[in-house]
């Protein structure tokens, strides 16, 4: 039934949805939650969802109301209610959902719904998914439901449609955004990367008296390996160090790899320490041990070197030529004492 059968107070509301719809932020998440949301509200439903047709799945991509624990359901399109809806391309309504073959009885249950009005969404030849608005009672909706629905759903699949096209270009960009600022080989962030987020944190640092703490790795041994095993080896090397290292920092820390077997970690020291430089020692040796490459066994071991802005240096350069120095020290010392334990041997 067409929208002039709505009243004037109802098409009123409908009018200024489609002008909410059509001046928020093309992003997909937030245009799917105002439809979902406001579809809730125009019916007096109990719930609502927007799924996406996705493959041979609908999936419920926003939600509100009674539908809100269930954001990321995935449902076989195939004997699903919305499916149908889509592949019918037309509204459907259930009465009660115990007693509907067309439904999925156990999806039903696990959202908590009895009955629903289901609103498929097309924009030209593209299937978007569905609207749905349920409750928990049977027979909850009457006629004007599926009418608002409806009177909606053009407006609705259109403004999705191009947001779907901006997220795909977005993403576009993003993906180019992330593979100049990641390191290939290993997935961590890259040299520029590092410098630019070392750059960040120490502006943000001066701002609010903080500090940041910038540690640097040396692997040792990389030269033996690649000699001895080839490349391909000397390749995991590296990334097994790179993984190691990731799972010992904390998800705020930044990771990169700085070039060949260098590696670096930009952090924000989180406790009064006299001295950083152990902590650094602690990761390299925790991303550290053995490691098998296709039944041969390589010692993974590092170098660190630690230093914190303010207390030696106030810009990047001086930072990393002081936890450079720090690495070297490490170095030597290190060499100096397997040394000595080779030759007590």
Avoid at 204 to 227: C, I, Y
Avoid at 252 to 266: C, H, I, N, P, Q
Wanted: proline share 2%; hydrophobic share 40%; charged share 30%.
């Amino acid at each position: 039934m067409e929208a002039h059968t709505l009243d004037t107070q109802t098409l009123g509301r409908l009018l200024t949805l489609q002008e909410e719809l059509v001046s928020t932020d093309p992003d997909l998440g937030t245009l799917m939650d105002l439809v979902c949301r406001r579809s809730q509200e125009l019916t007096a439903a109990e719930g609502a969802a927007v799924e996406l047709a996705e493959g041979d799945e609908m999936v419920y991509r926003a939600s509100s109301g009674m539908a809100t624990a269930q954001l990321g359901l995935r449902i076989p399109r195939q004997g699903s209610f919305s499916g149908l809806c889509v592949d019918q391309r037309q509204a459907l309504v259930c009465e009660d959902s115990e007693a509907d073959p067309r439904v999925n009885r156990e999806a039903c249950r696990a959202v908590g719904l009895r009955s629903m009005v289901v609103q498929p969404l097309f924009y030209r030849d593209r299937t978007i998914g569905a609207v749905k608005v349920m409750s928990p009672r049977t027979r909850a909706f009457g006629d004007e439901a599926p009418r608002l629905l409806g009177s909606l759903s053009k407006v609705v699949a259109g403004v999705l449609a191009n947001a779907l096209r901006w997220n795909e270009l977005k993403s576009d960009r993003d993906n180019l955004s992330h593979l100049a600022s990641h390191d290939a080989m290993t997935g961590v962030r890259n040299r520029s990367a590092f410098y630019d987020h070392l750059r960040q944190a120490i502006a943000q640092a001066h701002r609010s008296q903080g500090r940041v703490g910038l540690a640097l790795f040396d692997l040792d041994g990389l030269k033996a390996v690649n000699d001895v095993h080839g490349h391909q080896a000397g390749d995991f090397f590296i990334r097994s160090f790179a993984e190691r290292l990731v799972r010992r920092v904390r998800e705020s820390d930044t990771v990169a790899r700085l070039g060949g077997d260098e590696f670096g970690v930009v952090f924000v020291p989180t406790d009064e320490r006299a001295d950083y430089q152990d902590l650094g020692r602690q990761w390299a040796d925790e991303s550290g041990g053995t490691v098998e490459f296709q039944g041969t066994e390589l010692d993974l071991k590092a170098s660190a070197g630690v230093a914190v802005f303010a207390d030696d240096g106030a810009d990047p350069e001086a930072l990393v030529a002081r936890a450079d120095e720090r690495l070297y020290q490490d170095k030597r010392s290190r060499k100096r004492r397997e040394t000595r334990v080779t030759g007590a041997a």
